[in-house]
């Protein structure tokens, strides 16, 4: 369904107004005093201009000094202060309770939706600008503020003045109150009717653009370091300001819709301004409204179109807010990929045995599967080296392992669980993966270590990057583990950053290991540091090694060579090498003469 589709037929305000009436009820009490003392404050702005026209009325009709007419008078005045005083206390406390629950909303959407966006699959993740999700996340965070404003303190209490004032005109001239009615009727229908089908459309079209600056924004500057690799600033600055000049025209079009719709209700206001002073004087002229009467009139329209006026804006207010939400409530809506089970438990791993059993795995949007059938097991504490050609199945293999993609048919099991059946969460916090190009987080070095295992003290976070190979060079630092490490380790070197992921795959302490090729493309030094770690961490671990240089499988225990997402050989490196016409001895010869060619140059 198109954005279009959605505005037009009503979908979206549902969705953004199901989702905020779902945290609404969380605080039933809080909206139920906040609704209770709106509506009183209202309607005690309804009766002052009753009282008003009979303020006008007493001192109209009687003589200076005449106790009658001073008594009516005093009498009118003190309920009109009495009215005000109890409409500012009123609202005092409503706005006291909307603060607390805005505020509690706001916190309930933003850990709520990070809970989602984590758990979402690394397809999504990987389609997806991380700058683009937090804008998504920041911007309905701070619209639900002013929908939770427009809908409890504006149209709340000005649907109550618009029912209260028709009910009480109506009471002593039911053609005014028929005027009022209708013709405000008729002013919120058009308003609602412009907002929704002309405003709208087009605020939807700017707020994604308004993302899609984000998403860029966030893309280059994460890649600062391949923009000045490559002298690209002139590039990227070009690129932005095609987005940004989409953007500008997109908005330019919703804010002169926005200008158009405030020019259409002030107009729809002064013509029914115009009827209702008429009506009132058509009825002062037929002897049935008096000064203080018509003072009544005019103070109720007043106070009515002051209410009304700010109708449009409130409305143009809700517009802007649900759209603005809309990208958050499709967030809260996107389905997981990768879900756990109704009543999952935790795994608990202990052997590190891996089986597949019949397993069948499609890649969304692919005509034919992976792997079909597939079956392997890898004993407990052995040393598996994955080989084979790039899209030939051995990185999907271990992302199945991780249960990071759902498998089509068959079972995966760790000693003898299918891990399906158990938490992810559960499931990868007993699997140490140290990856081709580690991530850190932007925070210190003892910080990235422990978060393997949160409550670790630092002589155990000293001690793993000592087997690591990492504690020298991290003591050398002028603040040592308390230094930051900059954007996803960005102050690191490549070595640097290779030898934090292995000490907190040391500290993790997992029973099944996972290497993705993590001494590629790095000088002989760090290198043969970070293969020491290595055997150092294999050790006593389920271990599967993603090779992309066959030297650094020679010692494994088993290697299996994938192709197309089968198996076509296993065994060690000595017997697949002697294998004639094998994938292996090809590979293995290929990579040598290449090396030797790079020794001769």
């Known amino acids: 369904m198109t954005r279009k589709k959605l505005d037009m037929d009503g979908t979206t305000y549902r969705a953004v107004l199901g989702y905020t009436f779902r945290h609404w009820r969380r605080q039933p009490w809080r909206i139920a005093a906040i609704l209770t003392f709106i509506m009183l404050a209202t309607l005690a702005d309804v009766m002052t201009p009753y009282f008003a026209g009979r303020l006008v009325e007493a001192i109209a009709s009687g003589a200076v000094?005449?106790?009658?007419?001073?008594?009516?008078?005093?009498?009118?005045?003190?309920?009109?202060?009495?009215?005000?005083?109890?409409?500012?206390?009123?609202?005092?406390?409503?706005?006291?309770?909307?603060?607390?629950?805005?505020?509690?909303?706001?916190?309930?959407?933003?850990?709520?939706?990070?809970?989602?966006v984590q758990r979402f699959s690394t397809d999504w993740h990987a389609n997806t600008f991380a700058g683009s999700t937090v804008r998504k996340i920041t911007r309905g965070m701070w619209s639900l503020d002013l929908l939770n404003d427009t809908l409890l303190v504006a149209l709340f209490p000005s649907m109550i003045m618009l029912v209260g004032t028709t009910v009480l005109l109506a009471s002593f001239w039911p053609v005014m109150g028929l005027v009022i009615?209708?013709?405000?009727?008729?002013?919120?229908?058009?308003?609602?009717?412009?907002?929704?089908?002309?405003?709208?459309?087009?605020?939807?079209?700017?707020?994604?653009?308004?993302?899609?600056?984000?998403?860029?924004?966030?893309?280059?500057?994460?890649?600062?370091?391949?923009?000045?690799?490559?002298?690209?600033?002139?590039?990227?600055?070009?690129?932005?300001?095609?987005?940004?000049?989409?953007?500008?025209?997109?908005?330019?079009?919703?804010?002169?819709?926005?200008n158009l719709n405030g020019v259409t209700q002030d107009t729809a206001l002064l013509i029914l301004r115009a009827t209702i002073l008429g009506t009132g004087i058509l009825l002062w002229l037929s002897g049935v409204a008096n000064a203080g009467d018509i003072t009544f009139v005019l103070t109720s329209f007043f106070v009515l179109q002051g209410y009304l006026q700010d109708v449009g804006m409130h409305f143009r207010n809700l517009q802007r807010s649900v759209n603005e939400m809309e990208e958050l409530v499709e967030l809260d809506a996107q389905p997981y990929g990768v879900a756990d089970a109704p009543g999952a438990s935790p795994i608990r791993i202990g052997d590190g045995a891996i089986a597949f059993k019949n397993v069948t795995f499609q890649y969304g949007g692919h005509e034919t599967p992976l792997y079909k059938d597939f079956s392997v097991s890898i004993e407990p504490g052995e040393r598996v080296g994955l080989v084979g050609h790039s899209g030939s199945g051995k990185t999907t293999f271990v992302k199945l392992i991780q249960r990071l993609h759902d498998i089509n048919g068959g079972a995966i099991e760790i000693d003898g669980q299918n891990i399906a059946a158990h938490t992810q969460s559960s499931l990868r916090g007993q699997i140490a993966i140290v990856q081709q190009e580690p991530i850190l987080f932007h925070r210190t070095l003892a910080d990235n270590i422990a978060y393997a295992r949160p409550g670790a003290t630092r002589a155990q976070v000293e001690q793993a990057a000592a087997q690591a190979n990492a504690h020298d060079f991290i003591m050398a630092l002028p603040k040592g583990y308390e230094t930051l490490v900059g954007e996803r380790g960005v102050k690191l070197s490549g070595g640097e950053r290779q030898r934090v992921a292995i000490a907190r795959a040391f500290l993790a302490d997992s029973p099944v290991l996972i290497l993705d090729e993590a001494t590629s493309s790095l000088d002989s030094e760090s290198e043969l540091l970070i293969q020491q770690a290595i055997e150092r961490l294999m050790t006593g671990r389920t271990t599967l090694v993603i090779a992309h240089r066959l030297s650094t499988v020679r010692a494994l225990d088993r290697i299996l060579v994938f192709d197309k997402g089968r198996i076509i050989e296993e065994g060690t490196h000595d017997s697949l090498i002697r294998t004639d016409k094998g994938i292996y001895r090809r590979l293995f010869e290929r990579q040598a003469l290449e090396l030797t060619k790079g020794l001769v140059a």
Request: glycine share 12%.
């Open 181 to 258: 009615g209708l013709g405000s009727i008729l002013f919120i229908a058009g308003t609602i009717g412009i907002t929704v089908a002309y405003v709208s459309p087009a605020a939807t079209l700017s707020n994604a653009w308004d993302t899609k600056v984000g998403g860029a924004l966030a893309d280059a500057i994460g890649c600062n370091a391949v923009v000045k690799g490559f002298g690209a600033e002139d590039r990227e600055e070009s690129r932005l300001g095609g987005v940004v000049a989409k953007w500008q025209k997109r908005t330019l079009r919703t804010w002169n819709r926005y």
């Open 65 to 116: 000094g005449d106790g009658a007419t001073f008594d009516a008078a005093v009498s009118a005045f003190g309920v009109l202060i009495a009215l005000g005083a109890t409409a500012v206390v009123l609202r005092f406390g409503a706005f006291r309770n909307i603060i607390r629950l805005t505020l509690l909303q706001m916190a309930d959407v933003v850990n709520e939706t990070f809970h989602r």
